[in-house]
C-alpha cells in the first residue's frame, strides 16, 4: 500500500518526518527533493509539537487579548456546527 509522507532531507541523508510514522520492517522509498525554503522541519521526539508550535500556543493562551474575548453561547456555537455539518451534505 503506498503511503505519502512529509519530510525533511538533510545533508547528511537523514530524514525528519513532521509527523510519526510507523513502519515494520524495511521499505522501499521514492524522494521528491522539494524548494529548499520548505526544508525547514527539525527531527522531533515521537508524539511531541514542534517547540514554535507550543511556544506559540503558550504565548496566545496567556495574552490579554485571548484571555479577555467574549464567550459565544452554547446554542449558537450549537447551531454554527449543525449548519457546518449540514453543509458537507450539499
Do not use: C, Y
Amino acid at each position: 500500500m503506498l503511503q505519502t509522507h512529509e519530510a525533511t532531507l538533510h545533508p547528511n541523508g537523514m530524514l525528519s518526518f513532521r509527523n510519526d510514522v510507523a513502519l515494520k520492517g524495511t521499505h522501499r522509498v521514492l524522494v521528491t527533493i522539494l524548494d529548499e525554503a520548505e526544508a525547514s522541519v527539525k527531527p522531533q521526539a515521537a508524539g511531541a509539537l514542534p517547540v514554535g508550535d507550543v511556544r506559540r500556543t503558550l504565548q496566545l493562551l496567556s495574552s490579554r487579548e485571548f484571555q479577555s474575548r467574549a464567550f459565544g453561547s452554547v446554542a449558537s456555537m450549537e447551531m454554527v456546527i449543525r449548519e457546518n455539518r449540514e453543509a458537507w451534505d450539499e
